[in-house]
């Protein structure tokens, strides 16, 4: 059995599938499948970022670039903590040793000049931790530095 084609039915198809591509973007956030989250404020933040690209060169000084793949936008962090206390500065390493520089976490940039803040994935190859100053009642604080590397899953 045919279903007969009217230009009524067509341009309703047409409207439900404008209302479909005329919705309001959703910016969703990656998330890492197993929910860690780095949640601790950095004093400093600070990203490096040079699209991945594969240039042919030519004679006569003539070059063609191409992107690398599909995810060619990856950012490295450098990261502080300035002046945090023992507990925390021993929460924040046994956080990323926990991590070994492989597993993935959620963190979110500070800072975001988007309007909705972006979750990225993110590995930290390494650390740093040294000694930072001293308060009055004797307390000692540390400064932790770090860089995350973002990955795509």
């Given at each position: 059995m045919k279903i007969p084609v009217t230009v009524t039915t067509i341009t309703a198809v047409m409207r439900d599938r404008l209302k479909?591509?005329?919705?309001?973007?959703?910016l969703i956030a990656p998330l890492d499948p197993s929910g860690l989250v780095?949640?601790?404020c950095v004093t400093e933040a600070s990203y490096d970022l040079e699209p991945k690209i594969i240039k042919a060169q030519f004679g006569d000084g003539?070059?063609?670039?191409?992107p690398e793949g599909i995810n060619t936008?990856?950012?490295?962090?450098?990261?502080t903590m300035k002046n945090i206390d023992a507990?925390?500065?021993?929460?924040?390493?046994?956080?990323?040793?926990?991590?070994?520089?492989?597993?993935?976490?959620?963190?979110?940039?500070p800072r975001q000049i988007v309007d909705e803040p972006v979750t990225q994935n993110v590995i930290c190859p390494g650390w740093n931790l040294g000694?930072?100053?001293?308060?009055?009642?004797?307390?000692?604080?540390y400064n932790l530095q770090f860089k995350f590397e973002q990955v795509f899953l």
């Open positions: 479909l591509i005329r919705t309001e973007p959703q780095f949640k601790w003539y070059a063609q670039r191409r936008q990856a950012c490295m962090w450098s990261l507990a925390t500065a021993g929460d924040v390493v046994t956080f990323l040793s926990d991590r070994n520089g492989v597993e993935v976490f959620n963190w979110t940039p000694y930072g100053q001293m308060i009055a009642d004797g307390t000692l604080l």
